[in-house]
């Protein structure tokens, strides 16, 4: 892997999201970490969209460092594996293409880890006020606690370890050298890689 320059790489995979990477990419402009301390990969999985488009958009006339990876269509996990390869970051941070981060997302991880060494990290997931009443149900078909609330970081009760999820979650880049990157999983796969980082026996946590 790349020399570290960056505390966090931030790593997108997307396939044919052009609205909803616009909106993605325009929360990462307002984050209130120094954009010196982090990169932005965009791993464009094979779109037939004008995604490609609006992230060039973006790469000349943002403040923002994007980098911008292609592959053909293989999925979400060797997208990711692909924006790993190319990270620069003591950190990787992953993000789905159809979300928007808070302005605090990057800052408050920079303030968790400056107190703990952490082999992995996450955070809860959220809806807007503005989402329609389908996707607020389907927000919380995957976070009560009698579904996934449990290990995805929004129930206090637990119904197993706590696994950061692709949506929203973030590794050491000296622990993907141990243990791999994604397997090939179309879906799933964060959960295997999850397991493998806290099989490292160091800290995971959620912020």
Known sequence: MPAEKFLFSVIVPTYNRAEEITELLDSLTRQKLSPQKFQI???????????????????????????LLRQDHKGPGEARNLGMQNA???YFIFIDSDCIAGPNWLAAYESELNNIEVAGFGGPDGVLK????????????MTSFITTGGIRGHSKKKLSKYYPRS?????????????GGMGKLRHGQDIEFSHRIISTGEPVIKV
Not at 44 to 67: A, E, H, R, Y
């Open 41 to 67: 990969i965009i791993v464009d999985d094979g779109s037939t969209d004008n995604t490609i488009n609006i992230v060039d958009k973006f790469q000349n006339n943002s403040s923002l460092n994007i980098s």
């Open 88 to 90: 620069k970051g003591k």
């Open 167 to 179: 949506f929203n979650m973030g590794v050491r880049s000296d622990i993907v050298e141990k243990i």
């Open 130 to 141: 503005s989402f329609r009443p389908i996707q607020k149900a389907i927000d919380y078909s």
